[in-house]
């Protein structure tokens, strides 16, 4: 495929659905480039939801078809409401189909909130009281938002354990 013409690439990458054209932007570098390209995912977009709905999702600014299409499928698959939703180790906060913030890793916050209450000497640490009521109070939101991440995730498993 590194002698094929950029044309002849672009069409047998039409063949392909989001999924596999995803995964195709792993395999190198070329291909990265090629399956990301604005055409084919505008294609995608008018399969899966239509003309009317391309016409009214189009890109603005500096976003990709591409772009608009995860947030779409996103949309889809989670709803458009403020949900916190889990990939892999790592928790999302999503609202309309946007990812707002990475939460991070809950195995990354045990590490991190174990060394930051034993380490001193950064200027945060050396504000007081305040900065240490500060961190405490993350901890605990941190701890909530990850607890209603992990129930948003058995409940869609639930879920689809009773479609099934």
Request: glycine content about 6%; proline content about 1%; overall charge neutral.
């Amino acid at each position: 495929m590194e002698n094929l013409p950029i044309e002849i690439c672009l069409k047998i990458f039409c063949f392909l659905d989001y999924q596999h054209l995803a995964l195709a932007q792993q395999v190198c570098r070329k291909w990265k480039l090629l399956a990301s390209d604005n055409a084919l995912w505008s294609n995608l977009f008018k399969e899966r939801w239509g003309g009317d709905h391309a016409a009214f999702y189009a890109p603005i600014d500096s976003k990709s078809w591409k772009d608009v299409f995860e947030v779409q499928d996103r949309c889809e698959r989670i709803g458009v409401g403020l949900k916190i939703i889990r990939e892999g180790s790592y928790y999302y906060l999503v609202h309309q189909g946007e990812i707002q913030r990475c939460l991070g890793s809950r195995r990354n916050r045990r590490q991190a909130t174990s060394h930051s209450f034993h380490t001193y000497g950064s200027e945060e640490d050396l504000a007081g009281e305040a900065s240490v009521d500060e961190r405490a109070c993350r901890g605990i939101l941190d701890k909530i938002l990850f607890f209603i991440g992990d129930l948003e995730v058995a409940s869609a498993d639930a879920k689809r354990s009773r479609v099934t």
